[in-house]
């Protein structure tokens, strides 16, 4: 199959990388990618992972036309004011024909249900497994191995910049050399305050909350507060009382609506939500049948996000 990349910075690259890896067992090969101050490549015999770029294609339109790619991946930055324009380059690649896959959360959070039914009409697919714990299975979780189970919430450290930050601040160093870390790592949004501000986590918690509760929330609607005022003062103070800090996201159904919160939260250390180490992440879910049960990653990194996108990828694949 002929992919099509829009926005190839560290997640792209980090699935071409593994697109690479696996080629001889999963012959996809990209095709086009799209950028916004680099230009755009294409080569139907497939781009190495570090192609020549050209000229920038000067719409998204046009880049997909050029492209005759039968998948496109939207991995352009995260707007938590309104998920564009990546919700727009999504509605393009469908109305050309193409099958979606994205790791951008905003399109998830904020158009969701009406993507899905746009895909639907077409007879195509919108997947978004990377978009919340990298490439954990969480989306598919709920799908494939949860039927008939009605989620009633959720609990989820599923930022992992924070978790490096605050890491850092726990060893003496100041907030921006936690981002410094984060940056390295590949991790950090593009603008970093959507991470320390906590709009990653609403924006997760949305997506997840609308997609596997039914919620009809925006990120707007999350009651955030994020880790910006905490200090490594602060932090030391709270570790000295035996506890520690996370930026958890939670999700309840109360009085027939979803109320979602995201807030840096003092946890005791036995605390399951307090157990994640480095970038680690993890997610309960508190069901009607199954009780709660979760899922984890330790210590994932970009090489996990890329596979969030591979593993859609080869679903798409199997079921034509
Ligand atoms: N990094 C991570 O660990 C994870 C990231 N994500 C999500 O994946 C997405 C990509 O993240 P990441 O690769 O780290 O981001 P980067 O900032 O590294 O790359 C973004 C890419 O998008 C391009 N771009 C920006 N705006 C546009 C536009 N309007 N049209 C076309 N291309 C555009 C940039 O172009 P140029 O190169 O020219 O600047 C760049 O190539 C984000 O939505 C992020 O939230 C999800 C899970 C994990
Ligand atoms: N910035 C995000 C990247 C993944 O979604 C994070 O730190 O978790």
């Not at 726990?170 to 870390?181: F, H, M």
């Not at 180490?277 to 996000?305: A, C, H, I, W």
Request: with cysteine.
């Amino acid at each position: 199959m002929r992919v099509a990349i829009i926005g190839y910075g560290n997640v792209g690259r980090a699935f071409a990388r593994l697109l690479e890896q696996k080629r001889s067992a999963y012959p996809f090969r990209i095709v086009a990618v799209h950028t916004a101050r680099h230009g755009s490549a294409y080569d139907l015999k497939g781009l190495p992972v570090e192609p020549a770029f050209g000229p920038a294609a000067p719409t998204v339109d046009e880049f997909l036309a050029n492209a005759r790619a039968e998948i496109a991946l939207e991995l352009t930055p995260l707007n938590p004011e309104s998920g564009e324009p990546a919700i727009t380059h999504i509605r393009t690649a469908l109305q050309r024909g193409m099958h979606v896959i994205t790791a951008n959360k905003g399109p998830v959070a904020f158009a969701s249900a009406a993507l899905h039914e746009e895909a639907r009409r077409a007879g195509l697919e919108f997947r978004y497994e990377a978009t919340t714990m990298d490439g954990t299975p969480v989306y598919n979780l709920v799908r494939n191995n949860l039927p008939g189970v009605k989620i009633e919430g959720f609990a989820g450290v599923f930022n992992s910049t924070t978790k490096v930050i605050l890491a850092a601040m726990s060893r003496g160093l100041t907030l921006d050399e936690g981002i410094a870390e984060a940056r390295t790592l590949g991790i950090a949004e593009a603008d970093p305050v959507f991470d320390i501000d906590g709009w990653d986590s609403a924006c997760k918690a949305a997506a997840l909350a609308n997609v596997i509760m039914d919620a009809r929330v925006t990120p707007q609607q999350v009651d955030r507060r994020g880790i910006g005022k905490l200090t490594p003062e602060k932090l030391a103070e709270i570790q000295a009382t035996g506890k520690t800090v996370a930026l958890v996201a939670r999700a309840k159904r109360a009085a027939g609506a979803v109320k979602l919160r995201v807030r840096a939260e003092v946890l005791d250390k036995d605390d399951i939500l307090a157990s994640m180490r480095g970038t680690s992440n993890l997610l309960v879910l508190e069901t009607d049948l199954m009780g709660k049960l979760g899922v984890f990653t330790l210590k994932p990194g970009l090489d996990q996000t890329a596979y969030g996108l591979f593993s859609d990828l080869v679903d798409i694949a199997r079921s034509l």
